[in-house]
């Protein structure tokens, strides 16, 4: 992008060619109108790229969908175990969605507060004698990921609030977002065996947001680092945290549980 | 498709438009009610297509048939959660995509390192040099549909993945670094080869009208 040449790159042209010249977009689109060559070039590459659409899917043999269901037959036909059997049928999958996530906050509590002592104690979530085991498992989840949710957000406010142009130091945001990843991962587990869409959805976005940030590198470039806010930002991910975190804050406050509230999934 | 911020064909229309398969509803039904089986309509009806989506990504048939094969698991696993989803096919699309992100994911540590200049070198000499342009379309189509696939066989399978999420998926440059574990600028240069490399290969018949 810093090549000196009057002519658009190959890499200009493709990233225009993508609506990913971000940045470029108008040199590039200006260029364009004017350079009678890069223009010609660029025609060129839609071209080619417009031959590969037509021509890049393997066709399979006659008769692979028998094949295919030959292949999954056996493993549909093979007697799910009793935990799975459990989970799939009837309300109980809420309580064991929220079991689970009882276990992974109490595992991920543990570790969270032998490694920062200040850290505030998980909300304690006691059931009344009216509860059914379904929605003790669901408030359960719910609390849990709701804490989770803004643990995150802090984490991604400091982010989002860095000095704009200059580089940062995330080796300790990486460290924590491996944690969080982690546990991303197995509440969106929970939330996808309790059949709650909307949870699974945003923590499916968040722990690509996660990965990004715990594998970047530990001085984040101010390009990087713009790029990792451009993502936080585009699709309202940061918001959508938020109303979700607030929605499982309502719905933890009133005593009653929440049967007769609408569920997400 | 078209150039600078056009979305390529991210899912192609399903065969009655928009509306899901009536048989797709009932095998959806019959499932849930209990019958295994039932599943059978689907994959009779969407594994063709799974695997075509597969095979772009993963390069390879008997690869993109392991991925079809965990799709479809997948979906018959959550098969309860699918009756407010507006379209199996676009359902399934989803999940193979996913799926095929995890395999190639998975097999990242066979990638090695390439010198793209010594890769654009020997996708050259790979592609058949005699094969001058026809004018006749059957053999024009065919030479395409070998220069394609010869162009795609030279590309590492990150570079293809990186390549065939942003081409033919439509994912963004960013989408697909968090998918692949690539920062950005690598995932630019993986779609940047992949772009070059299909270029060389596909370059003697630019010069060929195609209509």
Not at chain 1, 194 to 199: E, K, Y
Not at chain 2, 87 to 112: G, P, Q, S
């Amino acid at each position: 992008m810093t090549d000196p040449s009057p002519h658009l790159t190959h890499d200009d042209l493709v990233l225009h060619y993508y609506g990913e010249a971000a940045d470029s977009a108008v040199r590039v689109a200006t260029h364009l109108r004017t350079c009678a060559a890069c223009r010609h070039d660029s025609e060129r590459l839609q071209r080619t790229l417009a031959l590969i659409e037509a021509n890049a899917e393997g066709e399979p043999p006659t008769g692979y969908e028998a094949t295919m269901w030959a292949r999954l037959k056996g493993q549909l036909d093979a007697p799910r175990p009793w935990w799975r059997r459990l989970v799939n049928d009837g309300p109980v999958r809420w309580a064991m969605a929220g079991t689970l996530a009882a276990v992974l906050v109490g595992a991920f509590m543990a570790g969270w507060l032998a490694r920062e002592v200040a850290a505030p104690p998980p909300a304690r979530v006691e059931a009344t004698d009216t509860d059914t085991a379904a929605a003790v498992g669901k408030r359960v989840l719910v609390a849990a990921v709701g804490q989770h949710l803004e643990r995150t957000q802090m984490m991604l406010a400091e982010v989002l609030n860095a000095s704009h142009g200059a580089a940062m130091d995330v080796a300790v945001d990486r460290a924590r977002a491996a944690d969080l990843v982690a546990t991303n991962r197995l509440f969106q587990q929970s939330a996808e065996l309790a059949g709650d869409a909307q949870i699974d959805d945003v923590l499916e976005e968040l722990e690509r947001v996660l990965v990004e940030l715990a594998n970047a590198p530990a001085d984040l470039a101010p390009a990087d680092l713009d790029a990792l806010r451009a993502r936080l930002e585009r699709g309202g991910l940061i918001f959508r945290v938020r109303v979700l975190s607030d929605q499982l804050r309502a719905r933890q406050e009133p005593g009653p549980l929440d049967q007769t509230k609408g569920s997400t999934s | 498709m078209g150039p600078s911020g056009s979305t390529p064909n991210q899912i192609p229309p399903h065969p009655s438009n928009l509306q899901m398969h009536e048989s797709d509803r009932t095998a959806i039904a019959a499932v849930n009610a209990g019958d295994p089986h039932a599943f059978r309509a689907l994959v009779d009806r969407h594994s063709r297509y799974a695997h075509r989506v597969a095979y772009r990504l993963t390069g390879n048939a008997s690869d993109a048939e392991d991925v079809v094969q965990d799709a479809f698991l997948k979906a018959f696993r959550q098969l309860s959660r699918f009756e407010a989803r507006a379209d199996f096919r676009t359902w399934i699309h989803k999940i193979t995509v996913n799926c095929a992100i995890d395999f190639i994911r998975a097999r990242r540590h066979r990638e090695t390192a390439h010198d793209p200049a010594d890769l654009e070198r020997g996708l050259v000499a790979e592609v058949p040099s005699s094969h001058g342009p026809t004018p006749d379309r059957a053999l024009l189509s065919l030479e395409i549909q070998e220069r394609v696939t010869v162009g795609l066989g030279g590309l590492t399978p990150l570079e293809r993945a990186a390549f065939m999420l942003r081409h033919l998926e439509g994912r963004s440059i960013d989408e697909i670094g968090t998918a692949l574990g690539l920062k950005t600028e690598a995932t630019k240069n993986s779609v940047f080869r992949a772009v070059r490399k299909m270029r060389v290969a596909l370059e003697p018949l630019m010069d060929v009208r195609h209509d």
